[in-house]
């Protein structure tokens, strides 16, 4: 199966500062969506982007889009220790609906 | 690589009706397991994580008795649609971790519901 890329593949940062996620695909998409996953847990939905989309923004979340380039970027403003986790994109694409992973940034943020 | 399976692949069934599918991990033991929905171009929701053993944790807003999971074995884990509904319709999929990479989700390739 296809599969986009996210990097970093790893992210360390200080509390406070911000985290930038960047994603990449390869098929053409309807939306794309980040997910965070907390060690050995589900997938939980952050936020979904739509291909007509350029920029959404929840809370701290900010995410790009950029069609063009096959690119995607989240943002974490003012990262906290709680979003210690892994980011996924995950993008919707193909007319059999299948699901397309990244293979996740694994950001640490120390308090 | 590790392999899972759902079945059935898709199921139509009548208003009130129970609908039973089946997640299985084909090569590896998976420790824990998770049920997902996705509505049409949508998110995936995470419904419940179930551990082999014990009984499955539900995500708030999940009805644990409308949407009975099981998690009997390393290999096998059910989700049943207790008297299914048409807003029941949705594509749900799991996945499983094993004890070696708790890390790594694998994913099934989903199960399309229709209450008519």
């Known amino acids: 199966s296809q599969q986009g890329e996210e990097d970093p593949q790893a992210l360390s940062i200080q509390e406070g500062e911000n985290a930038t996620m960047n994603c990449s695909y390869k098929t053409s998409i309807n939306n794309l969506q980040w997910y965070r996953q907390n060690s050995g847990r589900g997938l939980v939905h952050l936020i979904l982007i739509r291909s007509n989309e350029r920029e959404k923004h929840s809370g701290r979340l900010r995410v790009t889009l950029d069609t063009s380039k096959k690119s995607s970027s989240l943002l974490i403003t003012a990262s906290r220790a709680a979003d210690t986790a892994s980011y996924f994109c995950?993008?919707?694409?193909?007319?059999?609906?299948?699901?397309?992973f990244g293979k996740g940034t694994k950001l640490s943020v120390k308090p | 690589g590790a392999v899972v399976s759902q079945h059935p692949s898709r199921v139509i069934c009548k208003s009130g009706t129970s609908v039973k599918i089946e997640c299985r991990s084909l090569d590896f033991q998976a420790t824990t397991m998770f049920w997902y929905r996705q509505f049409p171009k949508k998110s995936l929701m995470l419904m419940a994580t179930?551990?082999?053993?014990?009984?499955?944790?539900?995500e708030q807003g999940v009805e644990k008795d409308k949407f009975l999971i099981n998690h009997a074995s390393l290999t096998l884990s059910t989700l049943t649609v207790t008297s299914a509904h048409p807003e029941d319709s949705s594509f749900y999929i799991c996945?499983?971790?094993?004890?070696?990479?708790?890390?790594?989700?694998?994913f099934g390739p989903g199960t399309r519901l229709l209450v008519l």
């Open positions: 179930s551990n082999e053993g014990s009984k499955a944790t539900y």
């Open positions: 995950m993008n919707y694409g193909g007319s059999q609906g299948n699901l397309i």
């Open positions: 996945s499983a971790s094993g004890l070696a990479d708790q890390e790594t989700q694998y």
